[in-house]
């Protein structure tokens, strides 16, 4: 069965640092999105993208995070210059041309110490 | 504004039934979504509801009343894997607007 893969599994940073999380959707699908859970919390939208371009954003993802595809298979999301705050898991997640299921990759464990 | 209510925690045992609630507002329905996640891994999609009634899968079903903002998902049968959090979401846009999720502890 198809799945959404991420790495790294879990990332550790040091505050101000750049973060680069990867995402592999599953093949066919045509949207891609970025969600985050800060531990304890409830899962927040980040961004949603298609067709190479940003379709919506939530008031988290500011001007320190930004989306890319890359190529073919490959979708990222960046954080310029962490923040302690920034520490939470990020899913991943892809949905076909129905946006009615959209399915999540195992996660990144960001910490920013 | 945009906002889902839901259980913080539930308990039932091995064969039993539960009735997971969510209660809902938003300014445009698109579509109301339960999601179960096991704890430290990825939600993973259970059932979409956009139309009024009871949507039927398996040991699951969710039940959505769009006039009341209100849906639930029963789980029957239940079993010890099915501990895990529940989580109900309404799509805005493309975006899944999440709940905080109900913990429900299955004992034997």
């Known amino acids: 069965e198809p799945e959404v893969t991420q790495t790294p599994s879990h990332q550790v940073t040091q505050m101000g640092q750049e973060v680069i999380l990867r995402c592999v959707p599953i093949s066919n699908h045509l949207y891609f999105y970025w969600y985050r859970q800060i531990l304890g919390q409830k899962v927040e939208f980040l961004v949603s993208f298609y067709n190479n371009e940003i379709s919506e954003k939530s008031e988290i993802f500011d001007d320190q995070f930004s989306v890319e595809r890359p190529d073919g298979s490959n979708f990222t999301l960046k954080i310029r210059s962490t923040k302690l705050e920034d520490s939470a898991m990020y899913f991943c997640?892809?949905?076909?041309?129905?946006?009615?299921?959209?399915?999540f990759g195992p996660g990144t464990r960001l910490t920013v110490l | 504004g945009q906002n889902i209510d839901q259980p913080t925690e539930m308990t039932a045992t091995e064969g039993a039934i539960v009735q997971i609630n969510c209660t809902y507002q938003?300014?445009?329905?698109?579509?109301l979504f339960w999601y179960q996640q096991h704890a430290g891994e990825a939600p993973t999609f259970l059932s979409y509801n956009v139309l009024d009634g009871l949507e039927e899968k398996g040991r699951f079903s969710s039940f959505l009343s769009r006039s009341k903002g209100y849906s639930y998902l029963l789980l029957k049968e239940l079993q010890m894997k099915d501990s895990a959090s529940y989580l109900c979401a309404h799509r805005a846009g493309t975006a899944l607007i999440f709940g905080k999720g109900t913990t429900l502890s299955v004992s034997s």
């Open positions: 938003t300014s445009g329905f698109n579509g």
């Open positions: 997640a892809s949905s076909g041309l129905s946006w009615n299921e959209q399915f």
